[in-house]
């Protein structure tokens, strides 16, 4: 019998303006090299100076979510090793007193226990032959959960609750896929209780990779282990197109790092009443809110999940709710056609005019318009920012609520259909839907069918 045990590293790209130890822009669209300056380029003779009114505050607010220790004396270290794009030759982080100890987040059927929570700063990014110095400085928060986890399943639970957890608390955009949530998989197998020699997968960039690679390692490891093979601890990669890890290194040691205290940084105090103000301004975290949801809206679970995937998704849906008192209709639109349409055409979706998605949804709901001109016209405010209303009357898209209009209608059709009234007189009902089509036809479909229906048959009878 095997056992696989997994811990995990995960990288957070912090949302600050400015980056860890400089003044430096963090936008990651500039162009190469553009967002640097000699502290970040680590050139002699610079003093970093710590960005703590930003990083601080975000690592604080993510140590309170997880039920962190919060350290009131931190400092920082360096980290050596030489790397292209790490222009210093060490890293600056926190090795012997992290920020944040002790955390844990539940997923649904245990606690994974987070053992530190650290500082530290990104390095560049390789391009080819080429080095982008962008990133940097960027300011990271490095998670190291305790190797609690037994497979992929518990693994991706936990990243998507943590995922959650940083956009509520908007620390991070934790975009896993385009870099600013990096995942480390530190994986071992072994046979009955025993903890094995741990294999790191580096920088697995989506959840279906992570599922993959996890179930790959296993059966590489167990293959080994039945073969009687050693597993050496060492560093592997996972290669997407062939599904596959791939030996990258041998493991680095806490001995080829060398860490020291950095020296250029003093260390830094962190008052009791700093962090009793962060707490005090915590949002409501996810798991709150979705029992919350669950509890007022009467929505689903996997509703939820695509809210909680963008801030900005739940934030329009609570304020559509207020707005049109209707929360199962503003449900189905962000889930339907609101994702049909982000998924097909670029939106900004900050600045979408929320008043006049409240109003085509109580015109709708009013039924004053056919779910099709619904569909059109909530393109419409998406893509070009149009009034409902006005763009509705310019296309003369109401539907006809005039009764003699309908009534005129319903007349042609009969007088132009009479063996099919003949037919639906003599017992036929398949007669009568045929009739109601060619009056909705005839109305060139803007009219009611339930009210359409309803005079038809008064007609007839």
């Given at each position: 019998?095997y056992?696989?045990?997994?811990?995990?590293e995960?990288?957070?790209?912090?949302k600050?303006?400015k980056?860890l130890?400089?003044n430096?822009?963090?936008?990651?669209?500039?162009?190469s090299?553009l967002?640097?300056?000699?502290?970040c380029l680590g050139m002699?003779?610079?003093l970093?100076?710590?960005?703590?009114?930003?990083?601080?505050?975000?690592?604080?607010k993510?140590?309170l979510?997880?039920?962190s220790?919060i350290?009131n004396?931190?400092?920082f270290?360096?980290?050596?090793?030489?790397?292209?794009?790490l222009?210093k030759?060490?890293q600056?982080?926190?090795?012997?007193?992290p920020?944040?100890?002790n955390?844990?987040?539940?997923?649904?059927?245990?606690?994974?226990?987070i053992?530190e929570?650290?500082?530290?700063?990104?390095?560049?990014?390789t391009?080819g032959?080429?080095i982008d110095?962008?990133?940097?400085g960027?300011?990271?928060?490095?998670?190291?959960?305790?190797?609690d986890?037994?497979?992929?399943?518990e693994?991706i639970?936990?990243?998507?609750?943590?995922r959650?957890?940083?956009?509520?608390l908007?620390?991070?955009?934790?975009?896993i896929?385009?870099?600013?949530?990096?995942?480390?998989?530190?994986?071992s197998?072994?046979?009955?209780?025993?903890?094995?020699n741990r294999?790191?997968?580096k920088?697995?960039?989506?959840?279906?990779?992570?599922k993959?690679?996890?179930?790959?390692?296993?059966?590489r490891?167990i293959k080994?282990?039945e073969?009687?093979n050693i597993i050496l601890?060492?560093?592997?990669?996972f290669?997407?197109?062939k599904n596959?890890t791939?030996?990258m290194r041998?493991?680095?040691?806490?001995?080829?790092?060398?860490y020291l205290?950095e020296?250029?940084?003093?260390?830094i105090?962190?008052?009791d009443?700093?962090?009793?103000n962060i707490?005090?301004?915590?949002?409501?975290?996810?798991n709150e809110?979705?029992?919350f949801?669950?509890?007022?809206?009467?929505?689903?679970?996997?509703?939820?999940?695509?809210?909680?995937?963008?801030?900005l998704?739940?934030?329009?849906?609570?304020?559509?709710?207020?707005?049109t008192?209707?929360?199962r209709?503003v449900?189905?639109?962000?889930?339907?056609?609101?994702l049909k349409?982000?998924?097909?055409?670029?939106?900004?979706?900050?600045?979408?005019?929320?008043t006049?998605?409240?109003?085509?949804?109580?015109?709708?709901?009013?039924?004053?318009?056919t779910?099709?001109?619904?569909?059109?016209?909530?393109?419409?405010?998406l893509?070009?920012?149009?009034?409902?209303?006005?763009y509705?009357?310019?296309n003369d898209?109401?539907?006809i609520?005039?009764e003699?209009?309908?009534?005129?209608?319903i007349?042609?059709?009969?007088?132009?259909?009479?063996?099919?009234?003949?037919?639906?007189k003599?017992?036929?009902?398949k007669?009568?839907?045929?009739l109601?089509?060619?009056?909705?036809k005839?109305?060139?479909?803007?009219?009611?069918?339930?009210?359409?229906?309803?005079?038809?048959?008064?007609?007839?009878?």
């Amino acid at each position: 019998m095997y056992k696989t045990t997994i811990g995990l590293e995960i990288h957070i790209e912090l949302k600050t303006l400015k980056k860890l130890f400089c003044n430096c822009k963090t936008n990651f669209n500039a162009s190469s090299n553009l967002n640097t300056c000699p502290i970040c380029l680590g050139m002699a003779g610079t003093l970093p100076k710590f960005n703590k009114k930003e990083v601080l505050h975000l690592a604080i607010k993510l140590g309170l979510a997880l039920s962190s220790d919060i350290s009131n004396i931190i400092s920082f270290d360096r980290k050596h090793y030489f790397y292209k794009d790490l222009p210093k030759g060490f890293q600056t982080t926190q090795f012997f007193n992290p920020v944040l100890r002790n955390g844990n987040l539940q997923i649904e059927n245990k606690i994974i226990n987070i053992k530190e929570i650290h500082i530290e700063e990104d390095a560049g990014k390789t391009k080819g032959d080429n080095i982008d110095f962008n990133r940097c400085g960027i300011p990271l928060l490095e998670i190291v959960t305790e190797p609690d986890f037994t497979s992929y399943e518990e693994v991706i639970e936990f990243l998507k609750s943590l995922r959650e957890i940083l956009l509520f608390l908007d620390i991070s955009d934790a975009k896993i896929e385009e870099g600013s949530m990096r995942v480390d998989i530190n994986i071992s197998v072994s046979k009955d209780n025993l903890l094995g020699n741990r294999v790191e997968i580096k920088n697995v960039g989506s959840f279906k990779s992570i599922k993959n690679a996890i179930l790959y390692e296993q059966e590489r490891q167990i293959k080994l282990l039945e073969e009687n093979n050693i597993i050496l601890e060492h560093t592997r990669c996972f290669d997407e197109n062939k599904n596959k890890t791939i030996f990258m290194r041998n493991k680095e040691t806490i001995k080829d790092y060398k860490y020291l205290k950095e020296v250029d940084i003093k260390e830094i105090y962190i008052e009791d009443d700093f962090i009793e103000n962060i707490r005090k301004n915590l949002p409501i975290l996810p798991n709150e809110k979705r029992v919350f949801y669950k509890t007022k809206y009467n929505i689903s679970d996997d509703e939820i999940d695509i809210l909680f995937e963008n801030i900005l998704f739940y934030s329009i849906f609570e304020a559509l709710c207020v707005k049109t008192k209707n929360p199962r209709e503003v449900i189905n639109l962000i889930c339907g056609e609101f994702l049909k349409i982000l998924n097909k055409e670029n939106i900004d979706i900050k600045n979408l005019n929320i008043t006049y998605i409240a109003n085509l949804i109580n015109i709708f709901l009013d039924e004053k318009i056919t779910r099709d001109t619904y569909k059109k016209t909530f393109y419409e405010i998406l893509k070009n920012n149009q009034n409902p209303e006005e763009y509705i009357e310019k296309n003369d898209l109401y539907l006809i609520d005039d009764e003699n209009i309908i009534k005129d209608a319903i007349d042609i059709v009969l007088e132009e259909n009479k063996k099919a009234l003949d037919d639906y007189k003599n017992g036929n009902l398949k007669s009568l839907k045929f009739l109601l089509g060619a009056t909705l036809k005839k109305l060139d479909y803007r009219a009611n069918a339930n009210i359409v229906n309803n005079i038809l048959i008064d007609i007839i009878n």
